[in-house]
């Protein structure tokens, strides 16, 4: 049986809407997890909050497994993914700050990070009409933020001198994937306008 890929992330070749693929709901569904996170770490339940923590990676990878090799990538899944991720991301690193001062750093950074990637890539698909996934460099600051995460969940008596050596590793790699994905998006946007212009 043919597989149907799924173009615009709502219908396929037959025009059978989509929205609710295994892919998204599986991100939806760690969007979910965050309050119940952040409900555990407030309480002190360190090892549960850790075990959801390692459920919302499992889920990411799972979900963009499935999604490469069952043709369900889809442009909303494209945008829905790196804001489960995102919201993961500060939802933990604000709890974390409230016991560890260092990590104001990476939050403030992913803020500058977002708010800046972001209106550099809605300029590339102003002018594409693409939405593309995360680079390797994404999936490598996002593995190394978790890792990091999840060390100083588990571990709240962590050492300064480490704490501080896997923030930094974490915010070395931030500055990387920031300077990267602008570069990409400008690119993008500054060859798309020449092909705008050279059509008409």
Request: aromatic content about 12%; some cysteine.
């Amino acid at each position: 049986m043919e597989k149907k890929k799924i173009k615009d992330g709502f219908k396929d070749d037959n025009g059978k809407w989509h929205f609710f693929t295994v892919p998204n709901i599986l991100t939806i569904f760690r969007i979910l997890l965050i309050p119940l996170f952040v409900y555990l770490f407030i309480k002190d339940y360190d090892i549960e909050a850790f075990a959801i923590l390692v459920l919302s990676g499992v889920t990411d990878v799972v979900d963009g497994f499935i999604a490469r090799h069952y043709n369900m990538v889809s442009a909303v899944g494209k945008a829905l993914d790196p804001i489960a991720d995102k919201l993961t991301q500060v939802a933990m690193l604000s709890c974390l700050m409230t016991k560890f001062v260092s990590m104001w750093v990476p939050f403030l950074l992913m803020i500058f990070k977002e708010f800046f990637s972001g209106i550099s890539a809605l300029v590339a698909i102003k002018y594409t009409g693409e939405v593309h996934g995360a680079d390797w460099h994404g999936k490598l600051t996002t593995f190394s933020l978790y890792t990091m995460m999840a060390l100083h969940i588990i571990w709240p008596t962590i050492p300064s001198v480490l704490s501080n050596v896997l923030v930094g590793c974490c915010v070395g790699l931030m500055i990387i994937s920031l300077f990267l994905y602008n570069v990409k998006n400008i690119t993008m946007a500054k060859d798309g306008k020449k092909k705008e212009e050279n059509s008409k």
